[in-house]
């Protein structure tokens, strides 16, 4: 079983930056990719970026493509998500996942942390 915890969220407003950071604790020796997903009031938990930890591949959700950058420490266990040029849809709970092989989903979750934009 893999922990995530997720650290960095706050209010900020529009047009700032903030970075989140994820550290990923047990047994994350499976572990292939490592993501972040957001979830607004009322609506679905969506997709945000992901990485993966061989290669250091990265994709995006359009939404944020060129605003947020993902980035991975694997000797400490962590994924980091730097958020530059916040705009006030981007107020979420921010979930950190993990992928675990043979798993193709992300399917290991974070508490969450809350980041606020304001404007």
């Known amino acids: 079983q893999v922990q995530l915890v997720e650290s960095g969220g706050g209010l900020v407003q529009a047009g700032g930056s903030l970075r989140l950071s994820c550290a990923a604790s047990?047994?994350?020796?499976?572990?292939?990719?490592m993501g972040w997903f957001r979830q607004a009031p009322g609506k679905e938990r969506d997709f945000v970026a992901g990485?993966?930890?061989?290669?250091?591949?990265?994709w995006y959700a359009d939404s944020v493509k060129g605003r947020f950058t993902i980035s991975r420490d694997n000797a400490k266990n962590t994924v980091d998500l730097q958020m530059n040029s916040l705009k006030s849809e981007d107020t979420a709970v921010y979930y950190c996942a993990a992928r675990i092989i043979p798993q193709r989903i992300f399917g290991s979750w974070g508490q969450g942390t809350q980041v606020t934009v304001s404007s």
């Open positions: 990485i993966t930890l061989n290669g250091g591949n990265t």
């Open positions: 047990g047994r994350t020796v499976g572990m292939n990719a």
